[in-house]
């Protein structure tokens, strides 16, 4: 791992061709592989960084030693440090993340079973925030270019701010008190049904669709502003053309490095949101199983949770190299 | 790779520190709000546990779980304690908490980013390519790792939360830093001497301080929402203890009875969480923007509005005919009007250069006739007629297919001009399968056949390809095939060749010449280059501040008769320059367009200004061939009045330099 390190840095690889998309792909896998070692390493550690014995404090002070002795022994805590990882890194190639201390079911299980509802989660959240976020921002940024309509600039820009700056699980604890309460209108927790998915995934989607709003005005402005969006209206291009066929596409490419960002956060934010809604997800999952010290099930979580992080930064580069050339050329 | 620190705010430019600018933050509403806010947050955390310390405690088991009411606004918890008074109190410890994990990540985050600065170059990259890893995942995801390895409570999540903030606080430190490093006067210390820590110190942390500052602000806000999801998830502060993430979690099991027990820690959260975010962006926003408003004069309406006569010498009908071309702009202090009454025609084959000064107006001229000028600008003419049509009337919907197919634009920058994210030969074919109705496939052959005749070569390779995968000079010629995509009456080039290297300036121009020779196509070349204007073009417009000065022969243009026009042709070295003499240089500067003087312009840097020069803008005279010049003393400047002035000028600005 160490002789990928340097392709991390930015170091000029050996292995340089002239084709960019070649140095490219070699560059970012590099990146995902030592991305993807720190976080393997980093989910082993959490049963050797955590204070005190794990195994005691899972199974509390009262149990009995021989218990806990055989407990250590069924992880292998007893063995050394290096048969333990790699015995670690067996374990995920082969899919075997232990089992729960708790019910004694094996993590890969608990995993898949759990999965689902945090994906659809997340993903129905993602399709939220583009699909408001693209046509609102846009549509700002067309419309209050060259400082026009001051007015409705200084309402969007406030109100994104505002929308922006509420947490999800606060939002979601006040869509609860709205909706579910008051108007009685969605079931106010579980996952029944469709209409149990509304407020979790506006819950999820709208800090980041406000965010991601105001990035692709500020973005639609530039784009407003560039010389080959000048170009396309000096050959006439109706205004539809030249805002979708041109500066359109432009703002979102740009928007994309940002967006990403965001798309990893709302991976993040499911967390919070499963435990306001009581959703039977990943989430859920790991805050109960930390409470429970039940370690074997955090560690599984930890690395499905960064394994999902790191999935969307590679579909987000991969994305960005399509729709812009020349950012694979920046890349190498 | 993701080079963006995310949410960050980097200063838009590097300029010392200034007292006044903090102070400036202050006098918009925002930032005033802002501030009170803030102030009241941080007032309410430290005075709130004194005056509902004992409130907040007070176990009263007649009062279990009401709702709100006069004696309990919020209502009251499972022990009857009253919850206005808890979520007031809890505001010290979520603010405490968030501060305490805030430093945490400033100090760490500062050590991690100024390392590579302090270990040198292998240490410091392997730092570097730690933090981008770690920067990769999101905060919360981070904090939640932490968290686990800290342990569930408070001082855990205080070290989770701290620990979690500091790689991307170290990417900007050490982005920030960067930039400083490399300035002069850190340099400048190094070789002197100077330990690293002590450059680090003394000369580095100053110079970045106040971005430091404003995104600490900020992640103080992030770190209070933090706390509160770790709080609320049950990992963060433990009972007895409370912050708003515990109360909410507590109110939102009882939302059916009383809601008000999870709205009021809610919107204190968000209340919170928005002052630092608020207070921080507004202080970015006084700190960053240069913004150079300038004083104006108010003018008086009219006052530049000159008797013109004539137009210049153009035969049968002008292929584009302007008169009274005027170009206004809102300003900070009133509309500024870069271009004041523009009066010209270009005739069919001509070739008209116009040079000026950078600000002269020549650029906004050509988008002016070209109605290219977008709001909030606005163009003003008493004629505008393109081909016989009046562009003036209609939208642009009216007059796409004429200008789409018979009016070309050549702009500076062949770069950032073609779209970099599309292939050449779509982007050459797009306007005529728009006005031409022509097929796709026919509009790419058009295309390849008209970078064939702009001499691109491989023209059918090349069509594939996009602009960055041209050389500047290809790509100046795909855009002139472009223009050539119809059949053009009048192509206007703005600077063609003035981003280009000097080695291909000559091909662009050659070509441009031989289209108009071939075709009879007019153009209009816009230029600061006096010696590309009068090898290329018949007729030259001078122009100064926004006016024409003087429309002339190009052959002619040594013996113009507008001082500004001797001045600068004087400017361009030629042959038989003396080189031990030092080059001449117009003396004075341009004038703002936001504070133009009553009089003629030009007077200001006009070695023949006098006193009707200064109070009078002189008209612009046609004579009986038809050339045009606006100057008092233009007779005198035609007799060689200024030939002297101009070399002494140079001599003394080379002396004072």
């Known amino acids: ?332 | 790779m993701t080079t963006v620190v995310p949410g960050a705010l980097v200063p838009l430019a590097d300029r010392p520190a200034a007292r006044g600018r903090w102070g400036s933050v202050l006098r918009t509403p925002v930032g005033i709000g802002a501030a009170v806010l803030l102030a009241a947050v941080l007032v309410l955390a430290v005075v709130a546990p004194f005056v509902w310390g004992a409130r907040a405690e007070a176990v009263d088991t007649d009062a279990i779980l009401q709702g709100s009411s006069a004696a309990h606004l919020v209502g009251t918890d499972n022990l009857g304690r009253d919850l206005f008074a808890r979520t007031m109190v809890a505001t010290g410890l979520s603010v405490r908490l968030a501060l305490t994990a805030t430093l945490l990540t400033v100090v760490l985050g500062m050590l991690l980013g100024a390392a590579p600065l302090l270990l040198g170059r292998r240490a410091g990259r392997l730092v570097t390519a730690g933090i981008d890893i770690a920067v990769a995942f999101p905060g919360l995801l981070l904090a939640l790792f932490f968290a686990i390895v800290f342990g569930v409570g408070a001082t855990g999540a205080v070290l989770a939360i701290g620990v979690a903030g500091a790689p991307v606080f170290a990417r900007l430190t050490s982005t920030l830093a960067a930039g400083v490093a490399s300035r002069d006067y850190v340099l400048a210390a190094r070789v002197a001497g100077v330990g690293r820590f002590r450059v680090l110190l003394r000369h580095v942390l100053p110079n970045i301080a106040e971005p430091l500052v404003v995104n600490a602000t900020i992640g103080a806000g992030g770190a209070l929402l933090a706390f509160a999801g770790l709080s609320f998830l049950g990992l963060g502060v433990q009972a007895p203890d409370y912050d708003w993430g515990r109360l909410l979690q507590d109110g939102l099991s009882g939302i059916y009875r009383h809601p008000e027990a999870a709205l009021a820690p809610g919107l204190a959260i968000v209340v919170a969480g928005l002052a630092f975010n608020l207070f921080g962006e507004a202080v970015a926003k006084g700190i960053g923007l240069t913004s150079a408003t300038g004083v104006v004069a108010r003018r008086t309406a009219g006052s530049d509005q000159q008797p013109v006569t004539g137009r210049g010498p153009v035969a049968g009908e002008p292929v584009l005919d302007v008169e009274d071309l005027s170009v206004v702009f809102p300003g900070a202090h009133g509309p500024v009007r870069p271009v004041r009454g523009v009066t010209f025609s270009v005739g069919r084959g001509e070739a008209v250069g116009v040079v000026g000064e950078s600000g002269s107006g020549k650029s906004l001229t050509a988008l002016a006739v070209a109605r290219l000028v977008e709001a909030p600008g606005e163009v003003t003419a008493a004629r505008l007629d393109f081909r016989g049509t009046d562009l003036r009337t209609g939208g642009d919907r009216a007059h796409r297919r004429l200008l789409g197919t018979g009016f070309a634009m050549v702009f500076q920058d062949p770069m950032t001009s073609l779209n970099p994210t599309q292939r050449i030969g779509h982007q050459l074919a797009e306007g005529a399968r728009r006005h031409q109705g022509l097929s796709r496939a026919a509009g790419l052959a058009r295309a390849v056949d008209r970078l064939r005749s702009v001499r691109v070569p491989e023209p059918e390779r090349r069509s594939r390809q996009y602009p960055h995968e041209f050389s500047g000079g290809m790509r100046q010629r795909a855009m002139i095939g472009m223009g050539l995509m119809g059949e053009p009456a009048l192509i206007v080039a703005d600077e063609p060749t003035t981003a280009l290297d000097v080695t291909v300036q000559r091909s662009v121009l050659d070509l441009l010449a031989a289209i108009r020779r071939s075709d009879d196509v007019a153009l209009l070349l816009i230029s600061h280059d006096v010696a590309v204007v009068r090898e290329v073009c018949d007729r030259v417009l001078v122009m100064y501040a926004g006016r024409i000065v003087e429309d002339l022969p190009a052959d002619r243009l040594a013996a113009g008769r507008h001082p500004y026009t001797r001045a600068l042709v004087a400017t361009v070295p030629d042959m038989a320059v003396d080189l031990d003499a030092p080059l001449p240089v117009i003396p004075g500067r341009p004038v703002d367009p936001s504070a133009q003087p009553p009089g003629c312009a030009y007077a200001a840097r006009c070695p023949l200004a006098s006193d009707r020069c200064r109070a009078e803008d002189p008209p612009l005279v046609a004579d009986a061939d038809g050339r045009r010049v606006a100057c008092w003393h233009a007779d005198e400047v035609a007799a060689g009045a200024v030939d002297g002035e101009l070399a002494a000028a140079g001599a003394a600005r080379e002396e004072v330099a």
Do not use: C
């Not at chain 1, 469709?194 to 005005?217: E, F, H, M, T, W």
């Open chain 1, 1 to 332: 791992m160490t002789a990928a390190a340097p392709t991390a840095t930015g170091t000029p690889s050996r292995r340089v061709t002239d084709n960019p998309w070649l140095t490219f792909a070699v560059r970012r896998t590099g990146r995902l592989l030592v991305s993807l070692w720190v976080l393997v390493t980093a989910s082993f550690l959490i049963l050797h960084l955590i204070p005190g014995d794990p195994v005691r404090a899972a199974l509390g002070p009262t149990a009995p030693a021989a218990l806990v002795a055989a407990r250590r022994a069924s992880l292998g805590l007893d063995r050394p440090l290096w048969e333990q990882y790699l015995d670690h890194l067996r374990g995920i190639v082969t899919g075997d993340l232990g089992s729960s201390l708790g019910s004694s079911l094996p993590v890969s299980r608990i995993i898949g079973q759990r999965l689902p509802a945090t994906l659809e989660l997340a993903l129905l959240a993602f399709l939220v925030v583009v699909a408001l976020a693209v046509p609102v921002g846009a549509a700002m940024g067309v419309l209050t270019r060259g400082g026009r309509r001051r007015g409705g600039e200084l309402a969007f820009s406030s109100t994104s701010t505002v929308l922006g700056a509420v947490p999800d699980f606060v939002l979601g604890v006040g869509f609860v008190y709205l909706f579910s309460v008051t108007l009685g209108w969605l079931p106010v927790a579980g996952r029944t049904g469709p209409s149990s998915y509304v407020l979790p995934v506006l819950a999820l989607a709208i800090g980041p669709a406000a965010a991601l709003a105001r990035i692709v005005r500020v973005e639609m402005l530039t784009a407003l502003r560039s010389d080959h969006v000048r170009t396309a209206r000096a050959k006439r291009l109706p205004a539809w053309q030249v805002v979708l066929g041109h500066a359109l596409p432009h703002a979102l490419t740009a928007s994309i490095t940002l967006g990403g960002l965001l798309l990893s956060a709302l991976v993040a934010g499911t967390v919070l949101v499963e435990n306001v809604f009581s959703w039977p997800g990943l989430g859920s999952t790991i805050v109960s199983s930390i409470l429970e010290k039940d370690y074997p099930v955090v560690q599984g979580v930890v690395l499905v949770y960064g394994a999902g992080v790191l999935l969307v930064n590679l579909l987000v580069d991969v994305v960005l190299s399509l729709l812009d050339p020349r950012s694979v050329i920046r890349e190498s």
